[in-house]
């Protein structure tokens, strides 16, 4: 059977000085916000609202849960934290008399684990909901807090760095010729190939037999002269830029700042993939 909030108030408060129960200002604000009845909804359609045993008041445990991710407690830690703490345990409407007891840790954790995910992101939308209808926010956009762990895009091979080096030259000699008609040289996109040669190695190192290795080897031949043909290009690109640089915009010039850093690093790549494995 499901409760909502306790059943009645605890007179043994009025004895007390007021001050000690007054909530701070962000207590008070969420008491405001937690007082609508549409956030108890998603508790209704959990639990049998007159049958079995009567549940901890969820009025309780909502306020209770949000203490514990507010403030990044444990179970046992919020329930120690709650039991001594007189405005805590008026903001989660727990008496101060022995009948009203804090709620056991476990208790919590099995009530945690039986709502889930599900009505945690159904609180969530509620909550929003309301703060729009309150103009308390302005629902145009969504920011995400994310972790980034730093890592490789792909596994690093020779022919994926070589692939990796034509798509960024191609990409940049593109740009440039979209933003000036006056550039006349020419980089033909190999992207497609090499794609498809790096694709064909991924199938032959299958087979793992030596005429597998020299397929490989003849393959890797290939890709190393269409590279250095895109680099060939890249330069004189680069050449033809130096020599009209004066007539450009500077969006074209600024487009063209990372050809000169990465054309000799993919050079340099390409010697040192051809001396190993062709012995040149």
Known sequence: MIRTQHAQLDLFEALLPPELLTLNEELTHIVKLLQDDRFMEPFMKRFRSK????????????????????????????????????????????????????????????H?????????????????????????????????????????????????LLQDGVRVITRIAKAMKESS????????????????????????????????????RQITGEILD????????????????TEKAKSLPSKVINRLLPLPQCSPILWQLVAAIRKPVFHQ
């Not at 103009?135 to 730093?150: N, S």
């Not at 190695?201 to 490989?216: F, G, P």
């Open 51 to 110: 049958m079995g045993r009567p549940t901890i008041p969820m009025q309780t445990f909502l306020r209770m849960m949000y203490l514990k991710f507010r403030y990044q407690l444990g179970f046992e830690s919020l329930v120690k934290e709650v039991g001594d703490s007189l405005m805590w345990r008026r903001f989660c409407q727990i008496p101060l008399t022995k009948k009203g007891a804090v709620p056991h840790p476990t208790t919590l954790s099995k």
């Open 112 to 160: 945690a684990q039986v709502f889930g995910d599900e009505l945690i992101r159904e609180l969530n939308h509620l909550l929003v909901q309301k703060a729009n209808e309150e103009k308390l926010i302005r629902a145009r956009k969504l920011r995400v807090d994310t972790t980034v762990v730093e890592t490789d895009i792909h596994y690093p091979t020779d022919a994926s």
């Open 181 to 216: 008609t006056e550039l006349t040289s020419q980089i033909k996109d190999r992207s497609r190939t090499i794609r498809n040669k790096v694709f064909s190695i991924s199938k032959v190192l299958k087979r793992l037999t030596q005429e597998a290795i020299s397929e490989v």
């Open 226 to 241: 269409v590279t250095q043909d895109v680099v060939r290009s890249g330069w004189t690109l680069l050449q033809e830029t």
